[in-house]
């Protein structure tokens, strides 16, 4: 798929019309996803006298950009520790799901090992049905004293059986003749995982990697269900939807220190500014992420 | 290939001793793998199993403080009292009619779209679609709902332009008779384009011998799709709709929680909402409760009839028919 596959012989040659409403449809896709980013991006770095030209988002900035909205943001305040502690919540829980995650694919993935059906049949279970909201709001915010805890934002979806399932297919279709050679030459099973296993399925690991972190990077409902009062513990997300979608005032942006003389950055130029921060992480991440898709969700989600 | 004929012939030999073996000499042979599990497993008995056992307090008049042990039994009265309300059979109603209406409006579109797009030739334009429209996948809903309210919202890029032609304003995002229509939007803004993945995957399994012998006997590029393309895709698309079916009842429920007060509860009360609402909110654990456990059940029954129904039209579905 890297290169231009030429056109069949076989097939008939394009009729004009054709393509062009081929190649229309592609672009007006491509469109209706891209505009809605550039606006929001543009708005972020405009000045308020191109705000006000435009009457709200900016599509063509007249006055110049500026970083203003972005220095206000990050000098400290709600949006800077909001920043911290997504990206503090996101890293560790990543990091617990996904050695969580391999260890049980990997122990799940030699057939005929005593108690892997059981053991496997307890997971697949949980996909078919849960205990829904409210039992499991209260198994972890009073039976585990969860509330307003960080934890409670990490463990309860630290596991994910659909991701297990991937990680485990992979695991016995590609790697499994290394598997079985390593075995004959007598290394034990952590050994195997740790300089076989992993070495040879990184495209999978990355994948899961980005599913993990952009589901940490999100949650937006936990913070809602185990903090909702406690401001100094919102996530990013928590601080979009609070200040940014249903337009609660935000303390410490600009009203609140009117320094005459100071250029203010405009509140909607911050609001899109803190659009734009919850969607740095993702797309840092995501080009590289992106190449594994095809090779490592794929094979492993149709096969599973 | 010979070589890894003979180690598969070893590895399955070896498995059968292996069965031969009493539980002892396997646990021993077997421990680290069990290790490996234990804690996914540990995770999955506190946050799923637990939860499972829980929905007891469907059946009690809970409160926190006596917990799940001592809380009261109410027997079937939670139920009762959430069939008796109307606001529930309204939020059923409403799950049911976002379901219908995103199944009919979303699911065709991720297919016309893994159609049109494997029949690009040029692999540059293919790798650079699908590399856009599988981002909005990696958003959250908070911030797709921002993203378009700052396009189609009261003072957003939408409304701005026909302000200032004089052609009046169109507030979508507030408009409760459209509700089901913005939020179909949104799902395909969102996830149509990372639904293309598997169907693409499934059009590239279909042998492309099949496309010469159908241009040699005279078929078009529309027969072709409709007589090879289509059929090739059956098992994935049957797949989808076991899922899709399987999990009508939940339709979006952080996409409905965000634009409760936009649109209010009329038109975006679901019935995960509706559980919140009663339970977490209202402090109506035992009705909420009662709530999920009816939609935790009815999902189960659905997605079991769903893939009956998969295996009577010859297809896998979700699980295979015999393993």
Redesign the interface.
């Known amino acids: 798929m890297t290169t231009t596959s030429a056109r069949p012989v076989w097939e008939e040659k394009p009729t004009f019309l054709g393509q062009l409403g081929k190649g229309g449809s592609l672009a007006v896709v491509l469109l209706l996803i891209l505009i809605p980013l550039y606006c929001v991006i543009i708005t972020s770095f405009s000045t308020q006298a191109s705000i006000n030209e435009a009457g709200g988002i900016v599509i063509f900035p007249a006055h110049g950009l500026t970083l203003q909205a972005y220095s206000e943001m990050l000098s400290g305040g709600v949006v800077t520790r909001a920043m911290i502690i997504a990206l503090g919540v996101t890293l560790a829980g990543t990091a617990v799901s996904m050695v969580v995650s391999v260890l049980c694919a990997y122990g799940l993935s030699r057939q005929n090992s005593l108690g892997h059906r059981t053991i496997l049949l307890t997971f697949i279970v949980t996909m078919f049905f849960g205990g829904g909201l409210i039992p499991t709001f209260i198994v972890v915010a009073n039976l585990f004293n969860g509330y307003e805890q960080y934890w409670a934002l990490i463990l309860p979806s630290a596991v994910s059986v659909f991701n297990i399932l991937i990680i485990r297919a992979f695991y016995m279709s590609t790697a499994r003749d290394l598997i079985d050679a390593a075995r004959i030459d007598g290394a034990g099973d952590w050994r195997i995982l740790w300089s076989v296993v992993l070495p040879t399925s990184k495209a999978v690991t990355a994948v899961m990697t980005l599913f993990y972190g952009v589901g940490y990077w999100n949650s937006w409902f936990n913070v809602m269900l185990y903090m909702p009062a406690n401001e100094s513990k919102w996530p990013i997300q928590y601080v979009l939807y609070e200040y940014v979608n249903q337009g609660a005032f935000m303390p410490g942006a600009p009203a609140a220190h009117d320094v005459a003389g100071h250029a203010q950055p405009a509140p909607l130029a911050l609001q899109m500014a803190v659009v734009v921060l919850t969607l740095i992480p993702i797309m840092i991440v995501y080009p590289f992420m992106q190449k594994h898709f095809a090779k490592g969700a794929l094979t492993g989600a149709i096969k599973g | 290939m010979t070589a890894?004929i003979t180690?598969?012939v070893?590895?399955e030999a070896g498995?059968d001793v292996?069965?031969r073996m009493t539980?002892r000499v396997?646990?021993r042979?077997?421990k680290?793998?069990?290790?490996?599990?234990l804690?996914?497993?540990a995770?999955?008995i506190?946050?799923?199993?637990?939860?499972?056992?829980?929905?007891v307090?469907a059946f009690q008049y809970?409160d926190?403080i006596s917990?799940?042990f001592a809380s009261p039994w109410a027997g079937l009265d939670n139920f009762r009292q959430l069939f008796r309300d109307a606001n529930f059979w309204h939020a059923l109603e409403n799950t049911l009619l976002l379901s219908f209406v995103q199944l009919a409006l979303y699911f065709p579109v991720p297919i016309a779209?893994a159609i049109?797009?494997n029949?690009?030739?040029?692999?540059?334009?293919?790798?650079f679609?699908?590399?856009?429209?599988?981002?909005?996948h990696?958003?959250?809903?908070?911030?797709v709902?921002?993203?378009?309210?700052?396009?189609l919202g009261g003072?957003?890029?939408l409304n701005?332009f026909l302000r200032?032609n004089d052609l009046g304003t169109w507030d979508v995002m507030t408009n409760p008779d459209t509700f089901k229509y913005l939020v179909t939007a949104q799902a395909v803004?969102k996830e149509a384009?990372w639904g293309i993945?598997?169907f693409l995957?499934a059009i590239a399994g279909i042998n492309?011998s099949l496309?010469?012998a159908a241009?040699?006997d005279g078929a078009?590029?529309w027969r072709r799709m409709w007589h090879i393309t289509l059929p090739g895709m059956r098992g994935?698309i049957v797949l989808m709709l076991v899922l899709r079916l399987g999990n009508a009842l939940s339709v979006g429920?952080?996409q409905f929680?965000?634009q409760r007060?936009a649109v209010g509860a009329g038109v975006s009360e679901v019935l995960?909402t509706y559980?919140?609402y009663y339970?977490?909110v209202g402090n109506n654990?035992g009705v909420?409760?009662a709530a999920?456990?009816f939609?935790?059940v009815v999902?189960?029954i659905l997605?079991l009839a769903a893939n009956k129904v998969a295996h009577a039209l010859g297809e896998d579905g979700l699980y295979r028919r015999s393993k």
């Open positions: 890894t180690r598969n070893k590895a498995d292996r069965r539980w396997r646990l042979h077997d680290s793998l069990i290790i490996m599990t804690p996914a497993l995770l999955i506190a946050f799923n199993y637990l939860p499972m056992f829980g929905t307090t809970y926190y917990g799940f779209l049109m797009l029949s690009v030739l040029s692999s540059k334009v293919r790798s679609f699908q590399a856009v429209v599988y981002l909005p990696f958003f959250s809903w908070v911030l709902i921002t993203l378009f309210q700052e396009m003072a957003g890029v701005h200032i803004w384009g993945i598997v995957a492309p496309y010469e241009a040699a078009g590029r994935v429920f952080e929680l965000i007060n995960d559980s919140y339970g977490v654990y909420g409760a999920g456990l939609k935790g999902s189960l997605i």
